[in-house]
Nanobody, 129 residues
Framework: QPRLVESGGGLVQPGGSLRLSCKASGVGLRSYAIGWFRQAPGKEREGVSCISSEDDTTYYEDSVKGRFTISRDRASDTVYLQMNALEPEDSPIYYC??????????????????????WGRGPQVPFSS
């Protein structure tokens, strides 16, 4: 199983932008679909976006459509989440994870946490006052 490391979080103001990165040590990410998730204190983890394992098709949760972009750089084996027009509701901790499927995984709906594993310890996206 890959060990995932997220990076790129930081203090942001409403309307600002951040880019999160997800890399793996050990097994690479190339054959996996990658999901980005977030979790606010006291709330369940929710899916934000997903990029498919073979053709890099993408899917976004409704609240982030048009603001967030997930992408994959296969040369560096890194998956990114570009977040623009950030809102305070976007503030929780973000995690990336790989799919559990034994074969190809195509993202056609909001990713569900139960279908992913190998969670990293996500970067925080706190908002400045």
């Amino acid at each position: 199983q890959p060990r995932l490391v997220e990076s790129g979080g930081g203090l942001v103001q409403p309307g600002g932008s951040l880019r999160l990165s997800c890399k793996a040590s050990g097994v690479g990410l190339r054959s996996y679909a990658i999901g980005w998730f977030r979790q606010a204190p006291g709330k369940e983890r929710e899916g934000v976006s997903c990029i498919s394992s073979e053709d890099d098709t993408t899917y976004y949760e409704d609240s982030v459509k048009g603001r967030f972009t997930i992408s994959r750089d296969r040369a560096s084996d890194t998956v990114y989440l570009q977040m623009n027009a950030l809102e305070p509701e976007d503030s929780p901790i973000y995690y990336c994870a790989v799919d559990r499927a034994l074969g190809p995984y195509r993202c056609f709906a909001t990713p569900r946490p139960g279908e992913f594993h190998s969670w990293g310890r996500g970067p925080q996206v706190p908002f400045s006052s």
